[in-house]
């Protein structure tokens, strides 16, 4: 569904990504993990051209994404819901403002039919008080949340999440968790996560790979992950209390 | 990118895009008119006090109507209303797009498909083209009202004369001209500030210095061609 060939990117004096090759693939959730700087971002600005590679491609499907333009990256983009890092809530409008701008420039659906699929996407995340609000009102978490109803109101079928869940409490987390492997079970979204939780990474991925200075370093199901004996691997894990002997619960299992 | 501003501009008097306008040329109102109004005052009375005590050296105090008249709408109008709103207004545009490139909400409209040029550039571009020549003709008039009360307390000029004289000799050249320079400061304030804002990099300090750079570059900009208009039209 999306693949990575040969992807170099620089960003100021710094290779982020280095001949990075790897592909998701339809209908899983690919979740991506490494340390702050690593270019888990940048992985996901490629995937829907905010970034440009310095060389390799990226491909959605059939297209490449990474040299598209005009309508073609308009039609490419439409495929995807992004939530970003820091929400990019649009300050000036209400949360349901925002969460309705989609509809409202890509549709000629009227207002009270836009305000109907709005309300029931905020009522998903739990914002349901949240529609007159304006986003500076709101908690970090909370426009998390509201960037996430944003990215779902056309019912893509890609969807990448920054860190989804930074900031949220661990009971909202499950619930954003249980969301994105609904997504997945229910409508055969793809979805690529990028998080800093582990725990979160092993519920809900079909695959976790790993980023490090520029190389993916490890790719693998949660079951081997945790196996893995990649050392800059084991040293995350760790890092988080997750022993190769370790158990976890899968979302959906329980 | 103010090419493609200007192109958008026929899309931007759908419904909703009318009240984005009418909202932008709104806040640049408000956000400049307490300045504007004792800027324009006390440009007006430093005017007609300056050339009024050299005038009444060849008994010609009464003139100050058509010095100050002329001086403001040829010049000081367009001019200090292009200062005001590039300090007030162009700021405050490059902080806001500068932030909003900061907090990826660009990127965002990006990924929409929403175009961030038409979607936020275009109403300011035509709230300022719109709102430039009010502002200068309501700076015009105070300087011109600032003007008649100084004649009249300094310099004893009756009110009457001083707006016979004034309406006299003033041409409406001298206001089209004026006019026409305060449209083209509302584009350079407009493209400055929003090159300067989508410009930004780097966080809370790349926010500071486009709008640093934004008031900088608009004011240079701003005096060099008031120049040329002027040479333009009167040489
Ligand atoms: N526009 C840019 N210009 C220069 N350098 C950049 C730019 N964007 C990102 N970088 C650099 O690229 C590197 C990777 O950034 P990226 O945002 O992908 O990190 P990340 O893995 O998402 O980290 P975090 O977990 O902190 O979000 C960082 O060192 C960052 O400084
Ligand atoms: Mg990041």
Not at chain 1, 68 to 82: C, H, M, N, Q, T
Request: aromatic fraction near 8%; charge should be negative.
């Amino acid at each position: 569904m999306i693949r990575f060939e040969n992807v170099t990117k620089r960003l100021g004096r710094k290779i982020i990504l280095n001949d990075v090759s790897f592909e998701i693939n339809a209908g899983e959730t690919f979740v991506i993990v490494g340390s702050s700087g690593a270019g888990k971002s940048v992985s996901l600005r490629h995937m829907v051209r905010l970034l440009t590679p310095d060389r390799g491609k990226v491909y959605v499907g059939e297209d490449v994404v990474s040299h598209a333009y005009g309508k073609d990256l308009e039609r490419i983009r439409s495929r995807f819901g992004v939530l970003f890092q820091s929400a990019a809530l649009l300050q000036w409008l209400s949360v349901g403002d925002n969460v309705g701008l989609p509809l409202r420039e890509h549709t000629a659906m009227g207002d009270e039919e836009i305000d109907k699929l709005v309300i029931e996407k905020l009522e998903l995340l739990g914002l349901e008080d949240a529609f007159e609000k304006h986003p500076a009102d709101l908690s970090g978490g909370m426009q998390k949340r509201v960037g996430l109803a944003r990215a779902i109101i056309m019912n893509p079928e890609i969807i990448l999440y920054d860190e989804p869940t930074s900031g949220l409490d661990p009971v909202t987390s499950r619930t954003i968790d249980r969301l994105i492997d609904d997504l997945r079970k229910e409508l055969g979204v793809t979805s690529v996560v990028v998080t800093h939780d582990l725990h979160s990474a092993l519920a809900i991925g079909t695959r976790i790979g790993m980023i490090h200075a520029g190389k993916m370093v490890e790719i693998a199901e949660p079951e081997d992950f945790i196996k893995s004996d990649n050392e800059v691997v084991r040293g995350f894990l760790e890092a988080q209390y997750i022993t190769k002997e370790g158990t976890w619960e899968k979302e959906g299992e329980s | 990118m103010i090419g493609e501003a200007f192109a958008y501009i026929p899309l931007a008097f759908g419904k909703r895009t009318r009240h984005e306008v009418l909202f932008q040329m709104y806040t640049t109102g408000i956000k400049s008119l307490g300045v504007i109004t004792i800027v324009a005052l006390f440009i007006g009375m430093i005017l007609a006090l300056q050339t009024g005590l050299e005038l009444r050296r060849f008994n010609q105090e009464v003139s100050i109507g058509t010095a100050v008249t002329v001086v403001m709408m040829r010049e000081m109008g367009p001019f200090m209303t292009g200062l005001i709103i590039a300090a007030s207004v162009g700021s405050a545009i490059a902080a806001q797009m500068g932030t909003m490139v900061v907090s990826e909400e660009i990127a965002a409209l990006e990924i929409m498909s929403i175009n961030p040029v038409r979607f936020l550039v275009t109403p300011r571009l035509i709230a300022l083209i719109v709102m430039m020549p009010i502002l200068t003709v309501y700076t015009n008039i105070l300087g011109v009202v600032g003007g008649a009360v100084v004649g009249a307390t300094q310099l004893g000029v009756a009110f009457n004369a001083y707006f016979d004289n004034a309406i006299r000799y003033a041409d409406n050249k001298d206001l089209y001209v004026g006019l026409l320079k305060a449209m083209i400061f509302g584009v350079i304030i407009t493209t400055v500030a929003c090159h300067q804002g989508f410009g930004a990099t780097e966080g809370a300090v790349g926010v500071g210095q486009a709008t640093r750079r934004t008031v900088i570059i608009s004011f240079l900009t701003i005096l060099v061609v008031g120049y040329m208009v002027t040479r333009l039209f009167y040489s």
